[in-house]
């Protein structure tokens, strides 16, 4: 009878135990994710592998950042050594054994960062080397988690039988796919424990000012010369000045155009304007003027888009007015008066205080969607090629109508090819556009390009893409012209 008690106190007693250790990895779990999923989002835009998937293999290969690899080496992936790999190097047994059959510990690669690993592991992915294994997965939708999953089994990544369906639980349980339908341009506003740090975007570096700090104490935080962020920040003129908390300052060079998705911001209100888009989107101002055909000083009227990435625009946006100011605040509704003669079963605190017209009290809830469909990227406007009918009577003696000559434009040296970032052939003018020859596109690689970032960026398919390019494979290079129209 005491045997019988006390096995079961032992089972109450380990099965209690494992509720707090299941507990403890719950938390330790989402505490990885909170730290690393604006890497694996950013890889998801440089390399095309999907945040979900990333964070998964992340949170199994590594444990949640606590296995000997991460801990010893930031391999959090468990990217082995091979032939030829220049690095530091972690040894630890796995799955290798001598010619007589002894096991022998392997060998690993060890990265100075995590940031590095999760690099590192789209690298292997992407490895033109690797095209007949892993390449297909590419091909699939990069939303589509599930398939990813039971491609990288397929694929021979782990030898585990059950590997898909780990990583199938681990991105359901912790909602990672709601990551495979966000950018990086959704995280630059940091929470006030990350304010201070560096943090990227449109790949250019910055930084967020604390309460009443100055470029001149940036400078010194961040070891980068006064006269050099001034040159980066276009915006701010003194270096002694404080600057309203929040605010951003880059410590390196802005780009001449975004590298994200977007293609163009739509002015919403007045404190939308050129100087702010620049700050928001990591783009040199004067490149931001050029490609609108604005001339600097200028604003954008409201209502209008400003184009961030691409060709210059034909027509120039509809500019805001000199004397336009903003609208005056409306007059607060008047407030019910209360009769406190009367009897009332509601204490007139309760009438007065009842908001009026919240916003937040109107706003949907939205509820994120396991696989949600891709958004399709906005497409440029389609030329009306329909001749005008001539309305008015013939004249017996015609003459042609007198067109201006057109001016070239000069080119300017600094200007960056950024995703097709062409200019216009000198027979076009701002005032007189003049229609494609054919409906063909072509988009010139960059840095960081891949099939499928380019497919998303012009709302096509990988397979489409190497159709109309005639590729037998995913492998670009950085200068080529490729058709994705």
Known sequence: MLVRILSTTLLMLFLLTQSCVGQKQNLEFLEYIRKYHK?????????????????????????????????????????????????????????????????????????????????????????????????????????????????????????????????????????????????????????????????????????????????????????????????????????????????????????????????????????????????????????LYKRNRMTPGTEPAIGQEIKIRGRKVKNTPRLRRKGDVPPPPPPPKPQPKVDTTATSTIPPSRVEDTPIGREEDTLPEISPEPNPPMKDVPSQPIPDKTPPQNTEPANENPSPPSIPKPVKEEKDPLEEDVFGEDELSPDETPSIPKPPASDAAYHTVSDGDTLWNISRRYGTTVAELKKLNKLNNNNIKKGMRLRVK
Request: aromatic letters at 10%.
């Open 39 to 287: 890497i694996a989002i950013e890889e998801m835009e440089r390399a095309g592998i999907p945040a979900s998937i990333k964070l998964a293999q992340g949170l199994l290969e590594s444990n949640a950042g606590r296995s000997y690899l991460a801990k010893r080496g930031n391999n959090h992936f468990g990217i082995k050594c091979g032939s030829n790999w220049p690095g530091k190097k972690v040894y630890r047994e796995d799955d290798d054994y001598d010619e007589r059959g002894k096991l022998i510990k392997s060998c690993f690669r060890s990265y100075r960062s995590v940031a590095a690993s999760y690099i590192a592991h789209s690298e292997f992915l992407r490895d033109p080397r690797k095209e007949s294994r892993y390449g297909f997965l590419f091909r699939l939708r990069p939303t589509d988690y599930r398939r990813w999953a039971q491609g990288l089994k397929r694929a021979g990544y782990a030898t585990s039988a059950t590997y898909a369906e780990k990583l199938i639980d681990l991105i359901d349980r912790y909602e990672l796919y709601k990551y495979d339908r966000m950018s990086t341009l959704d995280l630059d506003t940091p929470s006030d424990a990350v304010a201070a740090a560096i943090l990227s975007t449109n790949d250019v570096k910055y930084t967020m000012t604390e309460e009443n700090e100055t470029l001149a104490d940036i400078a010194r935080r961040t070891d980068v010369a006064v006269r050099n962020i001034l040159k980066y920040n276009e915006v701010y003129e003194d270096s002694d000045k404080p600057l309203a908390e929040g605010s951003r300052v880059y410590i390196q060079p802005k780009r001449g155009a975004y590298r994200g998705r977007q293609i163009y911001h739509q002015i919403k209100d007045y404190s939308d304007n050129m100087a702010s888009i620049s700050q928001r989107y990591g783009i040199k101002l004067s490149k």
